[in-house]
């Protein structure tokens, strides 16, 4: 079962709890599991917003330590893991997170060890190597790479797998608080998100229960949507048959490599946090989102990667069919740098 961080929350304004004199994730120190004087810190999150239409912004997490949001997640894991004693870090990838975990697992002086499939593009594996981390290619899927490790774990791993340790969680809650605090207070009315394992999502509607019970927010709730890929697409698979687990998904392709994960562990949550938002969730073809992809960066001179792209084509879809009006906000997220792709 997932873990999750239940904190003992401020019972204080916003003002009051978030530092405003830290431009990074760090700024919301009183509502993580973590303090700032244990951060392994490269100063991640507090990224941008862009506006590209009326109404319609992009945050690009493209902006974070070794470009992508993973960052988050694994500043507040490796901040944890480090004070807690930990002596090696172990996680399987899908890429994004192997990179940042080999980053953050320099910057604190631990051993890293990863696995990734043994097909994804050779950026991803360079730059696990480049921060000093033992690289394991697997055949097959993140499910497989973690199969691995799980077999050759030592005694001394500990392991900050997506969700199997509730610290990555509580990291990528922050975006939920950046979006509270860059629309002056008033959530958007609708999300778009790539789900992978889900993390993202999950911590943003962490976030924003967590804004209702400290008083900052009413029980509205911004409409998440969960955007995958038409080769890996569990979640959505779920959401529309009504189910309230996923099951896995047999042959998972996609070259948005992040939305390569067959059985999210988190899914279940995932569904959960769609439904009671109201949200949606959508599968994009290769094809529309590669072409998507270019369209959005060359439109926006945002650096967007494949799974933001998707994101990009469900949202045009979503407004084309009126499911979002046109008079409400939206927030698109791009999670990473279409840099590692090629
Ligand atoms: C760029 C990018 N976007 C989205 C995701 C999916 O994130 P999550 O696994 O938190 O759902 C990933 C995961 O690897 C990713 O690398």
Request: charged fraction near 20%; aromatic fraction near 8%; proline fraction near 6%.
């Given at each position: 079962m997932p873990l999750r961080v239940d904190l003992h929350l401020p019972s204080a304004p916003p003002e009051e709890v978030i530092?405003?004199?830290?431009?990074?994730?760090?700024?919301?120190e009183r509502v993580l599991p973590v303090g700032m004087e244990h951060a392994v810190t490269l100063?991640?999150?507090?990224t941008p917003v862009f506006q590209v239409e009326d109404r319609v912004w992009v945050k690009d997490e493209a902006q974070n330590p070794t470009g992508s949001f993973k960052a988050r997640g694994m500043t507040m894991a490796v901040s944890a893991a480090i004070a807690l004693g930990a002596q090696r870090l172990v996680a399987p990838s899908a890429g994004n997170a192997a990179g940042a975990l080999s980053a953050y697992g320099a910057r604190a002086g631990v051993p890293v060890v990863v696995a990734m499939p043994?097909?994804?593009?050779?950026h991803f594996i360079n730059e696990c190597r480049h921060y000093g981390a033992e690289v394991h290619l697997v055949p097959g899927t993140i499910a497989d790479a973690g199969k691995f490790l799980a077999a050759n774990r030592g005694p001394d791993d500990f392991d900050v797998s997506t969700l199997k340790e509730p610290y990555r969680v509580e990291g990528k809650k922050t975006m939920g608080y950046e979006l509270f605090e860059q629309f002056a207070g008033r959530l958007p009315d609708v999300v778009v998100y790539p789900t992978g394992g889900g993390t993202g999502l999950v911590g943003m509607w962490k976030a924003f229960d967590e804004m209702e019970r400290m008083g900052w927010i009413d029980a509205r709730r911004p409409r998440l949507v969960s955007v995958q890929t038409a080769g890996c697409a569990p979640v959505v698979r779920g959401y529309e048959q009504g189910d309230e687990m996923t099951e896995p998904w047999i042959n998972a392709h996609t070259?948005?490599?992040?939305?390569?994960?067959?059985?999210?562990?988190?899914g279940f949550i995932c569904l959960r946090a769609i439904r009671e938002t109201g949200g949606t969730a959508m599968a994009i073809e290769e094809e529309e989102l590669h072409e998507q992809t270019g369209r959005l960066a060359a439109a926006s001179g945002i650096d967007i990667c494949p799974e933001g792209g998707a994101v990009w084509a469900a949202y045009l879809r979503l407004a084309e069919s009126g499911?979002?009006?046109?008079?409400e906000t939206v927030v698109v997220f791009n999670t990473g740098t279409g840099l590692k792709y090629r």
């Amino acid at each position: 079962m997932p873990l999750r961080v239940d904190l003992h929350l401020p019972s204080a304004p916003p003002e009051e709890v978030i530092r405003s004199d830290v431009a990074s994730l760090w700024r919301y120190e009183r509502v993580l599991p973590v303090g700032m004087e244990h951060a392994v810190t490269l100063s991640e999150g507090w990224t941008p917003v862009f506006q590209v239409e009326d109404r319609v912004w992009v945050k690009d997490e493209a902006q974070n330590p070794t470009g992508s949001f993973k960052a988050r997640g694994m500043t507040m894991a490796v901040s944890a893991a480090i004070a807690l004693g930990a002596q090696r870090l172990v996680a399987p990838s899908a890429g994004n997170a192997a990179g940042a975990l080999s980053a953050y697992g320099a910057r604190a002086g631990v051993p890293v060890v990863v696995a990734m499939p043994d097909d994804t593009p050779h950026h991803f594996i360079n730059e696990c190597r480049h921060y000093g981390a033992e690289v394991h290619l697997v055949p097959g899927t993140i499910a497989d790479a973690g199969k691995f490790l799980a077999a050759n774990r030592g005694p001394d791993d500990f392991d900050v797998s997506t969700l199997k340790e509730p610290y990555r969680v509580e990291g990528k809650k922050t975006m939920g608080y950046e979006l509270f605090e860059q629309f002056a207070g008033r959530l958007p009315d609708v999300v778009v998100y790539p789900t992978g394992g889900g993390t993202g999502l999950v911590g943003m509607w962490k976030a924003f229960d967590e804004m209702e019970r400290m008083g900052w927010i009413d029980a509205r709730r911004p409409r998440l949507v969960s955007v995958q890929t038409a080769g890996c697409a569990p979640v959505v698979r779920g959401y529309e048959q009504g189910d309230e687990m996923t099951e896995p998904w047999i042959n998972a392709h996609t070259t948005a490599w992040g939305l390569r994960v067959p059985s999210p562990i988190g899914g279940f949550i995932c569904l959960r946090a769609i439904r009671e938002t109201g949200g949606t969730a959508m599968a994009i073809e290769e094809e529309e989102l590669h072409e998507q992809t270019g369209r959005l960066a060359a439109a926006s001179g945002i650096d967007i990667c494949p799974e933001g792209g998707a994101v990009w084509a469900a949202y045009l879809r979503l407004a084309e069919s009126g499911w979002i009006g046109s008079d409400e906000t939206v927030v698109v997220f791009n999670t990473g740098t279409g840099l590692k792709y090629r």
